[in-house]
């Protein structure tokens, strides 16, 4: 096996750390909530959620769509872009420097 596939040692210690961190978490929690009454509260009605995944993915996506807009029209004013060198690209000739044929 070739040593750039496999994990890091420290992998495994991480890996328990954060498992301990989640027992203890859990642990922690069900001693708060034992700790408190058991008195249930009434509950109001549940509103619905204005907002919903597919809506916020939405709204995010086209705002980075804009800023991508954005920040390509400033590299494109600035000539920055590469789009300006496609016009002095000859790919033909440049291939026949490579080969050696003419020259």
């Known amino acids: 096996m070739r040593s750039e596939f496999r994990f890091p040692k420290a992998t495994v210690?991480?890996?328990t750390i954060i498992l301990v961190a989640v027992i203890m978490t859990i642990v922690k929690a069900t001693a708060i909530e034992e700790s408190v009454p058991s008195a249930n509260p009434?509950?109001?009605p549940i509103h619905p959620a204005h907002f919903t995944i597919v809506s916020t993915l939405l709204v995010i996506m086209a705002a980075v769509c804009v800023a991508g807009a954005i920040v390509w029209a400033v590299l494109f004013a600035l000539n920055r872009s590469g789009i300006q060198r496609l016009s002095e690209l000859n790919p033909s000739?440049?291939?026949r420097a490579k080969s050696g044929l003419f020259g």
């Open 13 to 15: 210690t991480l890996m």
């Open 42 to 44: 009434t509950v109001g």
């Open 93 to 95: 000739a440049d291939q």
